[in-house]
Structure formats: C-alpha cells, structure tokens
C-alpha cells in the first residue's frame, strides 16, 4: 500500500510538471512542454542556466568521488582519531 501511495504521487507529481499550454506556446522550441513562465529573454539565461548545470554536476562528481575514495592515508589524519577511537575527552 505504501509503495502504491508513493508511486501514485510521483506520477502526479511528473504530471503537474509538465508545462501548460500558454507557456508552452510561448517557450522556445528547445524548451517546449518543459517549463512553465516567460521564456528565456537573451542569450545570458542560456549562458547562466548552462553554468550553473556545469556547477552542480561538477559538485555531484568530486562528492561521490571524495566519499567513495577520501584518498587521505596519512596515520595522523583527523579521521584516525574516531577510527582508531584513542581520543581522550580528558585533554
């Protein structure tokens, strides 16, 4: 039931998405039936919309990247502190 419920609210979620057909006319052809509101004003909002893209996917990499290999091997490294449990609350 649960799983129902969840999936029933994707799938509206995905159908809300969509663009309506006012601002569907109104959207450039690359942007058809994507967005919703006024369509791109000059060449910048592509420019700053394809940044930002660049931006994140950057960050989304090097994230899963550093948390699946850290890479640090040094014995006094910080993390060696909680792994290797000999912190003293006392200092």
Same mark, same amino acid.
């Given at each position: 039931?649960? #799983?129902?419920? =969840?999936?029933?609210?994707?799938?509206? &979620?995905?159908?809300?998405?969509?663009?309506?057909?006012?601002?569907e006319?109104? &959207?450039?052809?690359?942007?058809?039936?994507?967005?919703?509101?006024?369509?791109?004003?000059?060449?910048?909002?592509?420019? =700053?919309?394809?940044?930002?893209?660049?931006?994140?996917?950057?960050?989304?990499?090097?994230?899963?990247?550093?948390?699946v #290999?850290?890479?640090?091997k040094s014995?006094?490294h910080?993390? #060696?502190?909680?792994?290797?449990?000999?912190?003293?609350? #006392?200092?």
């Amino acid at each position: 039931m649960k #799983r129902m419920t =969840i999936l029933s609210l994707l799938l509206l &979620q995905t159908v809300y998405a969509m663009a309506c057909p006012v601002c569907e006319r109104n &959207q450039p052809k690359v942007l058809k039936g994507i967005t919703h509101g006024a369509g791109p004003e000059s060449n910048w909002d592509y420019v =700053i919309v394809w940044a930002t893209v660049a931006v994140v996917l950057l960050t989304v990499f090097y994230s899963v990247k550093w948390l699946v #290999r850290p890479g640090e091997k040094s014995e006094s490294h910080i993390k #060696r502190v909680i792994l290797n449990n000999t912190y003293d609350a #006392r200092q």
